[in-house]
């Protein structure tokens, strides 16, 4: 939000909130030594106790506009960054970052200032840490958690590690951990589904997975491999949700007005549809061949389906990554049933018949979706 003006940030909200989606993850500080459009850095002399108030009076506005336009904000107060580029840990030149040159004691008077700015607001949460496992850091920043959750005991609050690391890896202790944040630049059924069988349950998001356009782990992001990742966590248990990312969104560059018009920004909407039209919050995670009893394909390959249903049999989703048959145990569904296809590129519905339940039964979807691509999502209810 650094790279944006007021105007410009009403702008991109505006284009987020009318493709469905309802929360936006946003750096507040930038990486180490940003500047917002106005030319402040967050701090003088880099003192947690010395906030610059022109850098700051701008974000108060950001956090109002987006509560005045219904968005939810996660916000990553002070991001520690993976390679270099952050707050936290050591300089590559040598020397300590301005985290860990402030000590405790400023982290958590910090984060109680943070809660006592932003703690009315009803539409913000935060995302600690950034992009880098605590390591020396870890204190640091249950400080700042800590001193936030004494201001602002009921926003949520998460950590944002290292890849393959939620935030229950290194705080699963701490009372302020509100939200588990997972991460994971592979296929997400795995990882997700580690983070839902933790014995501290917690409500779950995808932060951070494959952007579109961009292929920093070595895979190209595109429409396909983004609507993967949604409905294979949500499926997996992220029931709070999945965070969708672009190469021109993340940066703010000079091509983010077009960034938001690519295809799998609009196809995310079609994600919320979908779940917003099924009794989503009583889904379960579904491993193993026990409900999908063939042709779900190998964990961690992209054409693998995650599925889940409700305990009462009243509900069952499965995502098909590539069209092929597979088979279902529908013994604890009873009839009458409603079967049908969703396709994930136009949010259209196409009705299944000869479908009973009590019964073992095979599905092949169709071949292709509108785009002439190959992914599908079954829904089964049972309609009594």
Known sequence: M??????ETREYFAARKAQGFSALQVMFTGFYGMKNRDGFLPF??????????EFWAHSDKVVKLAEDM???LMIAPLWSGC???GWAGAKKEGG????????NEKARAWGRWLGARYGSAKNVGWLLGGDKNPGESHELIRQIGQGLHEIAPTQLKAVHNAPENSSAAFYDDQPWLSLNAAYTYREVWAHVLGEWNRPNVRPIFLSESGYENEANDGRWGNPFRMRRQAYGAILAGALAGHAYGHRDGWRINDRWREGLKDAGSAQMGLVRRFFESVNWSDLQPQSGETWVTSGRGEVGKDDFLPAAKTPDDDLGVVYVPVSRAFSLDLSGFQAPIQAQWFDPTNGEFQAISGVSGGETQEFSPPETNATGESDWVLVVENTK
Request: charged share 25%; aromatic share 6%; proline share 10%.
């Open 96 to 103: 300590l970052k301005p985290l860990n040159i402030n000590g």
């Open 2 to 7: 650094l790279n944006l003006n007021l105007p």
């Open 70 to 72: 219904g968005l939810y």
């Open 83 to 85: 390679c270099g580029e």
């Open 44 to 53: 003088e002399d880099d003192d947690f106790s010395k906030p610059t108030e």
